[in-house]
């Protein structure tokens, strides 16, 4: 009563929090307001109090049982338009179609794409499925210099955050958490901006969350290179499922190439799930989270979606649970295919060579013309990824004897070793080259990561150190 008291009839006279009046207050009232005062110590503006009050009245409400969402889009740059679109396409359901309130919804994303000097329709990013905008609306809470590894690991686990809108996980032993992760991806790792989240640390997150109750169950659907060895080893009993692109030895894949704006739209298997999402809605309630996981591994054909955790009582909830029910149905979001959307559907690509992939699709379209600057691009990076290889074999080499070499390259391993795979691949991410502009150099650093579980973690840094400041 208290809350929604405050909420419909402020009558603030001053920026003090103990100089807060309201009209005709009850005793009630003011025994609260002296407490919230004590408590916090500290001055806010009206319209801060006022959200303090709504953030304080949505975690005080009873019966728990809220949805909240954290949907990340990691990396930078036009040619990965694919993944705030992505990003914005969900929003743009689980807001206006799903019922979920956006205060439940945290958005992290660069929020680089939609007013890019290259994008032809300057304030809109479209979505793969219907060429709609879904930019519009899409309200961005972390963007540039603060989508970072730590923020998120920081707003997973409630932390009070300084910077963007502020929001945090606010949810508790009752609540449902969602994430959705887009971006790319290596052998224990997702991609951000400018640095990596490995696996050593949002497994040690997932087991604080864990502990400190902070959900009741929690699903993650992640798009990213080999993002099934993020999970792989992740307890059934932590209540936690997660559904991944692919699995711990392979790529994800770009789809649905868009000649006008010259860059891939979608991701495959997002694609894919986004477009279930939307034929079975508004009966999201009729569908189990096994079951869209399998209808979507069956679509996905490129890479191998894969479900790790627990696959017994999540596994089994209808996927209204997480994403909303559609109780509300707003307006806003026609998902009507826009008439003069005609993008390459057919087109995909593996992440990994996504880069040069739409570089030549570029040049390719300026035929017979030749773009000097492009052909430079193209040459550049088909250079560079030769050049890896050769320094990557180099490492592998001060480290193991010669005939080791190939056991090394031959496959992807499992990860027994978090923590050294965490120092070597950050070692030669920021000594040698980073994945965010070099996304080709997934394809081979897994041979670091296999040689974790053979050598120490020292012997391999003062390699990449060696060969890296050699070449």
């Not at 189990?288 to 890479?303: F, G, H, M, N």
């Not at 560079?384 to 180099?394: A, D, G």
């Amino acid at each position: 009563k208290f809350f929604a008291d405050v909420k419909q009839n402020p009558h603030y006279t001053s920026n003090s929090c103990t100089s807060l009046q309201f009209s005709q207050p009850s005793f009630e009232m003011r025994i609260s307001l002296v407490v919230i005062c004590l408590l916090v110590g500290v001055s806010y503006s009206s319209s801060s109090v006022e959200s303090w009050l709504e953030t304080a009245k949505e975690e005080t409400s009873t019966g728990g049982g809220k949805i909240w969402a954290v949907l990340v889009a990691g990396s930078s740059g036009f040619w990965n338009y694919r993944h705030q679109a992505d990003v914005c396409h969900l929003y743009q359901l689980l807001t206006k179609k799903h019922g979920i309130p956006r205060q439940q919804i945290i958005v992290m994303m660069m929020n680089d794409i939609a007013y890019n000097e290259e994008n032809p329709t300057p304030g809109k990013i479209v979505n793969a499925l219907h060429g709609v905008d879904v930019y519009e609306g899409t309200m961005i809470d972390y963007m540039q210099k603060d989508v970072t590894p730590e923020n998120f690991l920081d707003i997973l686990m409630g932390r009070r955050m300084g910077y963007g809108s502020m929001k945090t996980l606010r949810s508790g032993p009752n609540d449902y958490v969602f994430v959705n992760f887009v971006d790319h991806g290596d052998t224990g790792i997702l991609g951000f901006p400018n640095d990596e989240l490995h696996l050593k640390d949002l497994t040690t997150t997932l087991n604080h969350m864990h502990e400190q109750k902070r959900y009741k169950q929690m699903l993650w659907y992640v798009e990213a290179c080999f993002s099934g060895s993020m999970f792989q080893n992740l307890s059934p009993d932590m209540n936690i499922t997660a559904h991944t692109a692919a699995n711990a030895e392979e790529s994800s894949y770009a789809c649905v190439f868009d000649k006008k704006r010259g860059t891939y739209l979608g991701d495959c298997w997002s694609l894919n799930w986004l477009n279930n999402t939307e034929q079975i809605f508004p009966h999201l309630e009729q569908e189990t989270v096994e079951e869209q996981y399998e209808a979507v591994k069956k679509l996905t054909t490129e890479s191998h979606a894969m479900i790790y955790g627990d696959l017994d009582v999540i596994y089994h909830e209808p996927i209204s649970t997480f994403l909303g029910n559609g109780d509300a149905v707003a307006s806003g979001y026609d998902s009507q295919e826009v008439s003069d959307f005609s993008p390459v559907r057919e087109a995909s690509v593996a992440t990994p060579d996504a880069l040069l992939d739409t570089l030549r699709r570029r040049q390719e379209a300026l035929l017979p013309e030749v773009d000097e600057k492009l052909e430079a691009k193209i040459h550049y990076h088909e250079e560079t990824e030769q050049k890896v290889q050769e320094v990557l074999k180099e490492i592998v080499l001060r480290v193991a004897p010669e005939g080791m070499l190939a056991a090394f390259q031959s496959s992807r391993q499992s990860i027994y070793h978090p923590g050294c795979n965490k120092e070597v691949l950050s070692a030669f991410y920021n000594t040698c080259w980073r994945a965010q502009k070099h996304p080709y150099i997934t394809k081979y650093t897994y041979w670091l990561s296999n040689l974790c579980n053979s050598y120490r973690s020292e012997e391999i840094l003062q390699a990449i150190a060696a060969s890296c400041s050699s070449n």
